[in-house]
Structure formats: C-alpha cells, structure tokens
C-alpha cells in the first residue's frame, strides 16, 4: 500500500484505502493496492488478491447521484453479459464485472461519503494513450461501433443522465464564456489566442444538436467518453477485449462517440504533448477507424450520421478543446492535472488538431 495518495480531490490515506478495499467480496488475502491509469476523472487503483481488481473512488463532484450512477452501470453491464454469453463470449473478459460489497451492494461508501467501486482486473491486455500499431485503431473503432449496436434493443428509458448536456457543445461554450468573464485567476491573460481561437468557432457548436432537434440524427444509447484508454486491447492477438469507463453510457449521438474517438486516437502525440511541432493529425488514422466503426455497427448508421463523420471529429475536438481551456480558466478543478499548466497544455494540442482536421477533413465532407 503507498502511505498516502494525493487525489487533486481529498487526499486518500493508506487506512482509507485498506478499509474500501476490505468492503469487497474479494478472493484471499489484499496484498497490494497501488494507483493505476491514467483517466482524468476517478482514482483508480490496481488491488491485489488472489486475483487482481480494479478498485475506484469515484469522482462524486462529477457524479452527482453515485446509486443512479451506479444502477446504469450495473443494469448495462448485466445486459452485455447475456449479449456476450450468446454469442459465446466470455463476459468475464469481454465485459466489466463488478464485484459486490460484503454486504450486496454495487457499491461502498466510507465514512466520509467518499464512494467506491471494484471490478475484476481485465488481465493480459491494455489500454493505450497513444495508438501503437494502427491495426488497433481499425479494431478499437471495430468494437466502438459494436458497442452501440449491440446496445441498440437497450431500453433507454431505464438510464440516468449522468452528467447533464454532456455533449452540448453550445452550452460548454456558454460555461467557457462564465469562466472567461470571472477569469478568478486572471489566466485569461496568458492564453488569448487559445480564446481567440476557440470564440471564433462558437458557431460551429450547435450543428450536431440542431441536427438531432430537427429529427435528422437519432437518439442512441451511446458510449460518450470513447477514447482510447477507455478500450483494452488483448496483448497478444491485437484485439479489443473490453470497453470500460462506463460511467458516461446515456443517451446521445453515434457522433459523439466516433469524432471523440479520432480527436484523441487520430493524432500523433498524448493529449497532453508540450511539444506543438509533434502534434498532427492523421488522416489514415481516421480513415482506418472509420472502417473499423462502419464495420462494428454493422450498417445501423444513417446515410445523415455517416455524412456528418468527419464533422463529429472537429466538432469533439473543439469542445474538448473548450473544456479544457474552461477548467484552466477556473483553476482546474474537473479534470485530474499533474502540474501547472496541464490543461492549457492540452488545449492547446486540441486546437492544433482542429487547425489540421479543419484542412483534410474538410475536403471529405
Ligand atoms: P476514469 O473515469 O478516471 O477515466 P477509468 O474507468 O477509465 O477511469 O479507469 C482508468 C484506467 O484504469 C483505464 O484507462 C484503464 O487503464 C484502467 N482500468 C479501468 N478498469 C479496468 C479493468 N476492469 N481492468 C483493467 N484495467 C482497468
Ligand atoms: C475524461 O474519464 P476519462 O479520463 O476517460 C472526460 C471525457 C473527456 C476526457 C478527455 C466524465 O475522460 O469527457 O473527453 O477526459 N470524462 C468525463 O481526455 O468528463
Ligand atoms: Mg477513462
């Protein structure tokens, strides 16, 4: 066990941790329990057993109702399990699993209120921040777009908006507006050509919403939050195992998923890369991934929705870009940074995404 760990949230003590990982039904004695990841939202920790977990505490700041939150996550794992069993899969793997407290519950909350979760530890395959072989990246779209079909008979009705307008570009602009005009840490100096940059863009926001509005793209049950490090890629064979970070599964657009995907898979450095002149977006990135999404949602997408592909990616890019530079404008409170700097830093790379996007993209759509 580390002694203590500094969340950007409550500092989390070796004790605490001791005492939430002992609430779970897990096999043998806890040996070891460390942090792990790189998500930007939950601490997350690799727990070791006879068998290893993943054990969270979930960002309750963000999550606003943790048992709706949780009740999502528990009604669309056991849905996919049944998918994955007929079709004679291994939901064990292929699958999150949650793993119940002692006494039933899908979750623990500690005498500070604090929530956390545990799954079994998805062994012998990975998650990547940065696309290593681009084979990956067709099967990482591959098995985003078969997330959404075999999830499109899920009764929607039954799930919690998490995380309210999630996706509303338009109101994430608004919220960059608020932050701008309160500046409380005067940053706003120190970044005018990223604000410049991003205003001069607000009127792109709102088509993937008015779109839907005016009944020309359907609702889905949809990921949300499709990067990545939020698929598990199988060591040996290459393929994708597992889509995990369910926490954002809610109604919304194919779009959101496939142009959050290439905004952060479609480019050539980390998210968070300083050094601008590595940055590029990739056209055969995207492309690859574009097949592999066609392919995995099985021809479920309207003639509107595959149109509107490239546009998902810049319009993703540019929101992203967007929630970055608001929460450094506020002083970074949402999402996870690990010095100063951090969510400008990554701004930055979403907008020199978007300048190229702008360029090839452009001319495909
Ligand atoms: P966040 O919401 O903070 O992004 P995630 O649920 O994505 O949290 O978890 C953070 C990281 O932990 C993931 O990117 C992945 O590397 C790892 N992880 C999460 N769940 C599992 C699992 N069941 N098995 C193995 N690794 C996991
Ligand atoms: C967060 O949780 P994580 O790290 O997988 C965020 C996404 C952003 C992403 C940017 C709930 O994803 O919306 O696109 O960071 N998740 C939430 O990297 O806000
Ligand atoms: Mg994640």
Wanted: with cysteine; net charge negative.
């Amino acid at each position: 066990y580390i002694e203590v760990y500094r969340s950007m949230r409550t500092e989390i003590t070796k004790d605490v941790l001791r005492r939430a990982a002992a609430a779970f039904q897990t096999k043998g004695e806890l040996r070891s329990c460390v942090p792990y990841g790189s998500g930007h939202i939950n601490d997350t920790f690799r727990l070791d057993c006879e068998i290893p977990y993943i054990l969270q505490r979930m960002n309750r700041d963000i999550f606003r109702d943790i048992p709706a939150l949780m009740r999502n996550i528990s009604l669309v794992t056991s849905f996919l399990r049944e998918k994955i069993l007929s079709r004679g899969g291994d939901p064990e793997r292929e699958c999150l699993n949650l793993i119940p407290t002692r006494d039933g519950k899908s979750f623990y909350r500690d005498p500070d209120g604090e929530c956390w979760r545990a799954y079994l530890f998805i062994e012998r395959a990975s998650s990547y921040n940065l696309v290593r072989r681009p084979e990956d990246f067709r099967e990482s779209g591959r098995a985003f777009g078969n997330f959404q079909l075999l999830l499109s008979d899920f009764d929607a009705s039954l799930l919690t908006e998490t995380i309210a307008d999630f996706h509303d570009t338009k109101k994430r602009f608004l919220r960059f507006r608020e932050a701008l005009t309160e500046d409380p840490l005067g940053r706003a100096k120190s970044c005018e050509r990223e604000i410049r940059f991003a205003l001069s863009r607000e009127m792109l926001a709102d088509r993937a919403m008015s779109a839907l509005r005016e009944g020309r793209l359907p609702l889905r049950v949809c990921h949300n939050d499709t990067k990545l490090n939020n698929i598990m890629i199988d060591d040996e064979s290459g393929k994708a195992v597992c889509i995990i970070d369910l926490d954002t599964v809610m109604p919304g657009l194919s779009l959101f998923d496939f142009g959050d995907s290439i905004r952060f898979g479609a480019s050539t450095a980390e998210e968070d890369e300083r050094d601008l002149s590595k940055v590029h977006f990739s056209l055969p990135l995207y492309e690859l991934y574009r097949e592999g999404y066609l392919e995995g949602s099985g021809g479920s997408l309207t003639e509107e929705e595959i149109r509107m592909l490239p546009e998902s990616a810049r319009l993703m890019t540019l929101e992203c870009g967007v929630r970055f530079l608001t929460d450094y404008l506020s002083g970074d409170h949402y999402f996870h940074t690990s010095r100063p700097g951090h969510n400008l830093d990554r701004a930055r790379t979403q907008f020199r995404l978007l300048e190229e996007m702008e360029e090839s993209l452009s001319l495909l759509s």
